[in-house]
């Protein structure tokens, strides 16, 4: 706590302030096959919202609430075999982590 | 469905897909061909293993005619899908909806052209093609052009 000094007589006091912003959680998906190749056309769904990936094989869902999420990847022809969050395996079932 | 959990902060997921569906015998002869009218166009290199791409290029005054080719010998119907982007920021990122239509048909005797205008800035051109089988996709590619 800071002191201030009021002068006799009249003082104003004035506060600026602004709002914290919420904390939030960037989500970057990138899909491969077992080669490292990028897969077009995935689909990636968290907390029902569905994007595809592009040719580069990726694909964002931004400012996400921290915690705990849903989410599934599909793409027909192909099968998960892999989904690690941040470097770390993570468990899956028929493409839902 | 299970949970993951998203700390603050950027996240990278990292997924692994493997093909399950065979669709062997549906190839016919699908291909691509580049043929660089412009001088200053260069053909760099293509990433599209086990298949041949050629381009047909006709250059009309700012203009780029591309001729999308493609044959296939199987009674399958083929669905080519072709996206055009660009690293400079100046170059068209899509085509005009005028030329695109994003699910072109062919069959052997039906090799459609496909056309599009892009300005003639220098750049990195990339052709991204995906070809598919009743909605399976079988093989994917790019062709990179280098405008200098």
């Known amino acids: 706590m800071e002191d201030i000094i009021l ?3 009249d003082n104003d006091l ?4 602004s709002p914290i912003p919420p904390p939030v959680a960037n989500l970057y998906v990138r899909v491969t096959d077992e080669a490292g190749t990028p897969q077009y056309g995935a689909l990636i769904t968290v907390n029902g919202v569905t994007k595809a990936t592009g040719f580069n094989g990726e694909c964002a869902f931004p400012e996400l609430t921290p ?3 849903s ?3 599909s793409k027909e022809g192909y099968e998960v075999i892999s989904v690690k969050l941040n470097g770390v395996a993570i468990p ?3 493409g839902n982590f | 469905m299970r949970d993951i959990t998203l700390p603050q902060g950027n996240n990278a997921l990292q997924i692994v897909l493997k093909p399950v569906a065979v669709v062997a015998g549906r190839m016919g002869k699908w291909s691509f061909s580049v043929t660089v009218a412009y001088p200053e166009m260069h053909r760099e290199h293509c990433e599209w293993p086990n298949h041949t791409l050629d381009f047909d290029f006709d250059l009309y005054p700012s203009t780029f005619f591309m001729d999308l080719r493609c044959y296939n010998d ?3 119907e083929v669905v080519a899908e072709m996206v055009i982007v660009g690293s400079n920021a100046n170059i068209v990122h899509q085509p ?3 030329f695109y239509d994003p699910h072109i048909k062919a069959n052997s005797s039906n090799p459609f052209s496909w056309c599009m205008t ?3 800035t220098p750049g990195d051109y990339y052709f991204d093609a995906v070809l598919s089988f009743d909605g399976v996709v079988v093989d994917q590619g790019r062709w990179i052009l280098r405008y200098y």
């Open chain 1, 7 to 9: 002068p006799e007589g």
């Open chain 1, 14 to 17: 004035r506060i600026v302030i």
């Open chain 1, 67 to 69: 915690g705990l999420h």
């Open chain 1, 71 to 73: 989410g599934s990847c």
């Open chain 1, 92 to 94: 899956f079932s028929n």
């Open chain 2, 74 to 76: 199987s009674p399958f």
């Open chain 2, 96 to 98: 005009s909806p005028a």
């Open chain 2, 118 to 120: 892009l300005p003639r």
